[in-house]
């Protein structure tokens, strides 16, 4: 009796050992691996919830299927620029494969016509995503600029909307990412 107790106790550690690190890795991402206040003059992220932003976590232009994350986790602010209110994202997701979602972006992007590439490196892109609607009676054309890149496994996208019916910032965006990189490259598995 003693000895099967001792083997069920020992295959218990067995178990709750092997499960134990890749669930606390999978909890997600963590704080060090996004924006922080400092990067944004002060202003404090929040969580983006399931409505906030829907259609760039991840892009997905022209509702392109791409690879699902094995985690991910986004935040947001309003930040001033120039004096005028901006509303910014991050977007950051660990792939097994992340050249995989870049290329299936890229496919998606030929064939989009409201997504534009504005720039393209070997480990990232700008995009530019063009929405048009009414607001008081105007037709709006609206431009939302995304900065996307690839650190080791992450994939970073930092997107700015601008505010209400004004254009995004494609430069504040880029900036932002070159930023967003370093963070998750520093807190992040490679």
């Known amino acids: 009796m003693f000895v099967l107790r ?9 178990i709750v050992g092997a499960t134990a690190a890749p669930a606390a890795q999978a909890a997600g991402i963590p704080d ?23 259609q760039l976590r991840p892009p997905r ?6 690879p699902v994350p094995v985690t991910d986790r986004a935040v947001a602010a309003v930040i001033d620029v120039d004096g005028a209110p901006e509303s910014i994202m991050e ?5 097994r494969d992340p050249d995989r979602y870049l290329r299936k972006l890229r496919k998606a992007l030929r064939n989009c016509p409201d997504w534009r590439i ?13 929405q048009r609607w009414e607001h008081v009676e105007d037709e709006i054309t ?21 505010w209400e019916t004004s254009d995004g910032d494609r430069a504040v965006a880029e900036r932002l990412l070159v930023t967003a990189v370093r963070r998750a490259s520093g807190a992040l598995p490679h």
Do not use: F, I
Request: proline content about 4%; hydrophobic content about 50%; some cysteine.
């Open 6 to 14: 001792g083997l069920v106790a020992a295959a218990m550690v067995v």
């Open 32 to 54: 060090e691996a996004l924006l922080r206040p400092a990067d944004l003059g002060g202003v404090a992220l929040r969580a983006a919830d399931g409505d906030d932003w829907p």
């Open 61 to 66: 232009p022209c509702g392109a299927a791409v």
């Open 91 to 95: 977007y950051v997701a660990v792939h």
């Open 118 to 130: 504005e720039q393209s490196r070997a480990d990232g892109l700008t995009l530019r995503w063009t």
């Open 142 to 162: 609206h431009h939302t600029y995304v900065a996307v890149a690839r650190t080791g496994r992450a994939v970073v996208v930092v997107a700015d909307s601008g």
